[in-house]
């Protein structure tokens, strides 16, 4: 596996990558002379061209390609007399990007994974096609519901840039924390209700021989997002607002304090696999599913992540981060959550009707049962896994979903702020690895956001 999965929607590893890339992906003409055009009819409502060809790229991650090979076979069948070529790629970002400087991309971009292409300033550049038609358009399932009505809440959101929608989401991600039912079963543990009582129970696992977390620590992302998770339940949606908007001091918040403090506590308590800070996020998950470690950090795609190496009987379940303190802004179950996996439609496509109609066939109800199957992850399609047989951790992230209602909370600042991430990401490292205080840790990423916020040549968002 790639160690690029869990990058959804992250730059971690990545941003140095896309900062450059941002600088040089803007580039391109004018929009390309004769883009395809055909007529708007009831059967073809967003005008996809007769007899023309489709070219589709892909990030080639952990989800597989099924589901997207299977809105092709939709694609062909509604448009029989065009020519669909689909390729996979592991650094979209490196292979585009001259692509996109020419005025050449494809009709359609997964841009997901390392190295992948900076969307805010792609944005910025007109290089992307506005999905409003798209949006507006009749769903495959029902035309009298469009396409937007069918997707779960907040995913037009993710994808909206001041007021324009470039991008949608395939997969909804929970991000939470990993243990094994049976193993628990089995010692008569109880996932915590707090941090204390998590901490408590570290104690417990040691006392059995195993240790109680390991990390993906050559990806320092991963720890962060329970760190920001707990920081979220603390302070509430107004640490994060003030965290993605760049306000002064917003890494020096109470909650941000202390939600580092907590996770801090890992280091100071020796509660960490040993030689968790070099593993890669296969070798850490391995870890964690050989009986190495009880507890790891993770989003929603672990499970498909680790089909064929996951014994039998393991029931990998999800859940959400204790409560940090008596006085949460958030109420227990509130879970960090947000769709990923991005696709999009070049503004100098040769054929961006066609790429329109291609989103509309894989956010159909059909591909989206299919990508839970295949993929065990959860699709944005309201309604797709209604009725499925769920694999133990999948349905272990609905039920989550469910417990947290309203109550899913995200952070925006990793897809506006590549180079901030990066920051952060490699902060975290340092704390986790005792080579930082939490104090320590908060002033690094606080003058990083200071220096972001004061350069008038990075685009600014708000929420």
């Known amino acids: 596996m790639n160690p690029t999965r869990r990058t959804v929607l992250r730059a971690s590893t990545a941003a140095g990558a896309a900062a450059a890339l941002s600088g040089c992906v ?22 996809v061209p007769a007899d023309t060809d489709l070219e589709v790229v892909m990030f080639d991650g952990g989800y597989g390609d099924e589901y997207t090979r299977h809105a092709v076979t ?7 007399g065009a020519a669909v070529t689909h390729e996979g790629l592991q650094k979209v970002g490196e292979v585009l990007q001259p692509r996109f400087v020419a005025g050449e991309p494809p009709d359609v971009v ?30 495959l399932d029902d035309p009298s519901v469009p396409v937007r009505d069918t997707l779960l809440p907040g995913v037009v959101e993710d994808g909206t840039l001041d007021g324009t929608a470039y991008f949608l989401n395939y997969s909804y991600v929970v991000w939470g924390v990993w243990y094994s039912r049976s193993l628990f079963d089995e010692h008569g543990w109880t996932y915590p209700a707090t941090w204390d009582d998590m901490i408590a129970l570290c104690g417990e696992i ?26 979220a339940k603390a ?51 391995n870890a964690w599913s050989g009986g190495q470690a009880a507890f790891i950090p993770c989003g929603s795609w672990l499970e498909g992540e680790q ?14 981060l204790p409560a940090l303190t008596a006085a949460d802004a958030l109420p227990d179950g509130a879970v960090q959550g947000a769709s990923s996996e991005s696709f999009l439609v070049p503004a100098q496509a040769l054929n961006p009707r066609g790429g329109l109609e291609y989103l509309r066939c ?36 609905a039920a989550a979903l469910d417990t947290a209602g309203e109550h899913v909370f995200g952070y925006k600042y990793r ?9 952060v990401d490699d902060a975290t490292g340092e704390l986790l690895t005792g080579r930082a205080d939490p104090e320590q840790w908060a002033d690094r990423i606080q003058q990083a956001a200071d220096q972001t916020a004061a350069d008038d040549t990075i685009a600014k968002h708000e929420r």
Do not use: C
């Open 26 to 47: 803007t580039a391109g003409g004018s929009d390309p002379a004769e883009q395809a055009t055909g007529a708007v009819t009831d059967e073809n409502p967003l005008g």
């Open 74 to 80: 939709l694609y062909e069948e509604r448009h029989p």
């Open 110 to 139: 997964d841009n997901t994974g390392a190295g992948r292409l900076d969307i805010a300033a792609l944005a910025d550049a007109g290089q992307l096609t506005d999905l409003a038609e798209l949006l507006d358009a009749p769903s």
């Open 206 to 231: 040691k006392a059995a021989g195993i240790a109680p977390w390991t990390w993906q620590g050559k990806y320092p992302e991963y720890m962060m997002d329970p760190l920001q998770s707990l920081a």
């Open 235 to 285: 302070g509430g949606l107004e640490l994060v607002r003030a965290v993605d908007n760049l306000e002064p001091d917003a890494w020096r918040q109470d909650g941000v304090l202390a939600a580092a403090d907590a996770i801090h506590r890992l280091v100071t308590g020796g509660h960490l696999l040993e030689g968790s800070e070099g593993l890669s996020h296969t070798e850490a998950q």
């Open 307 to 320: 089909q064929g190496v996951t014994p039998e009987g393991f029931d990998m379940t999800l859940a959400a």
């Open 362 to 397: 894989l956010f159909s109800g059909e591909v989206a049962r299919g990508f839970a199957e295949s993929a065990r992850a959860m699709p944005v399609v309201k309604g797709a896994t209604e009725g499925l047989d769920l694999a133990p951790g999948l349905a272990s992230v």
């Open 415 to 423: 897809t506006w702020y590549p180079e901030l991430a990066k920051a």
